[in-house]
């Protein structure tokens, strides 16, 4: 704050001339006798502290100068015998509070400062405050940057890590990366909070040369600097064929399939087709497809077959190329259906109540208009009204007597008269379908089917 000489003059010579004005005191005492409405010295009132940095502060107070002429300033330090004052001021004569502030700077960060209000008068009179304290802020720094691993290396790209402390300041990041320690590329410039702890980060290198040795490092700026990490390095993969994986067959018809898989460029221009056939040397290939030249990246591909023989088993793989080899995927089979028979998988139950259930499946029409329903393990159709009464009877509910007789019921047949035992089949997907549909055509369930067979083998029939 600015503060004229007269006003310092004022404090110095106050101070300097306390016995003098004593003296004039005394001898007007003799003159005259002492007035009632004499000024009393100034009264001080230390306020608080504000605008408070790692280094400065704004301190107010209020001085009343009780009808004569003063000059003010702070003390302040980091003990409270002080040892600092702020620039005096001048107060004109007066008898109501005054509202004052002085700033301080220079002070070091993170520390506790004492300070108060004191004010001098031309009489001489003194009036201190009481002593208050605050404490500065801690010092502001750039940002912490430390370079990190790679979370993730390709052939032509690289996901980079690092941890960046802003230090309480709005920071940016970026990193550095290239062949050489001079870089020369860097990743998008990312904005970070104003936080004071650390974030784990990255920024994402592309455009990499296979089989080469990359350098980098993180580099984080605030407003009070730049931070950089340390350098790091990393290789790219090597240029490589092609990885293919078969998928599953779908869309299946009685004389078509639809054939999927996966197909990963390795970064390099990539082609593909499926092989199929009734035989393990497959002999016929879809249309030639390209892949593209993605770089670690898994790209679906399918293929639609037409003009197949029905009721005829397939075996199926993917095979991608590229300028550095051929790869054949694992081989695979589906098999077509029966002309004018719609084709059907049974699906799972699901929402299940006491009185209901959602079944599930697929049925693929074959090109003709198709109606579906289920069937019980016993065979029996599974249609509205067999549901309407089975739901009727849950609701109405059961006599103890009902459900012993229930239980006492004969079970599942069994083959042959001694006591009987479990044993589990284990068939291909051919057979399941061939059994089931047997199943559907005699009215029976697979269990039965199952052992009508097992019977007919062992009597040789």
Known sequence: ??????????????????????????????VAPASADAASAPTSV???????????????????PNGVALGYFFQYGT??????????????????????????????????????LHAVDEQGGEGDGAVATFITTGPVVAPIAITQAPVSVANRSAVLGASVNPEGQA????????????????????ELDNSSTPE????????????????????????????????????TGPVAAPIVATGAATSVTSSGATLDGTVNPQALATNYVFEYGTTTSLGSTTTLGSAGSADDTAIPESATLSGLSANTTYLYRLVASNSLGTT???????????????????????????????????????????????????GQVIDDKMIEALAAEAERGYEPGQLAERRRGPGRPSLGEAAKTVESVRLDQDLRVETAQRAVTDG?????????????YLQGV
């Not at 699906?347 to 329903?373: E, H, M, R, W």
């Open 1 to 30: 704050m600015s503060q004229s000489g007269a006003g310092r003059s004022r404090l110095d010579g106050g101070r300097r001339g306390r016995w003098c004005a004593a003296a004039v005191l005394v001898v007007l005492a003799v």
């Open 46 to 64: 230390t306020g608080g502290a504000s605008l408070v940095t790692d280094t400065s502060a704004e301190l107010a107070g209020t001085v009343n």
């Open 79 to 116: 003990t409270n015998s002080f040892g600092s004052e702020s620039r005096p001021t001048d107060l004109p004569a007066g008898t109501s509070p005054v509202a004052v502030t002085a700033d301080i700077s220079g002070l070091t960060p993170d520390t506790t400062y004492f300070y108060r």
């Open 171 to 190: 920071t940016a990041f970026t990193i550095e990366y290239g062949t050489t320690t001079s870089f020369g590329s860097i990743t998008p410039v990312t």
């Open 200 to 235: 784990s980060v990255a920024g994402t290198a592309s455009g990499l040369s296979p089989d080469t040795t990359y350098f980098y490092r993180v580099v984080a700026q605030n407003p009070t600097g730049t931070t950089m990490g340390a350098v790091m390095g990393f290789m």
């Open 328 to 378: 054949t995927g694992a081989i695979m089979s589906f098999s077509t259906g029966t002309p004018g028979l719609p084709i059907v998988t049974s699906g799972g139950a699901s929402a299940i109540t006491n009185t209901t259930a959602t079944l599930a499946g697929q049925v693929n029409p074959d090109g003709q208009a198709t109606s579906f329903y289920g069937r019980t393990k016993c």
């Open 444 to 456: 029976v369930t697979v269990s039965e089917v199952i052992r009508r067979a097992l019977r007919q």
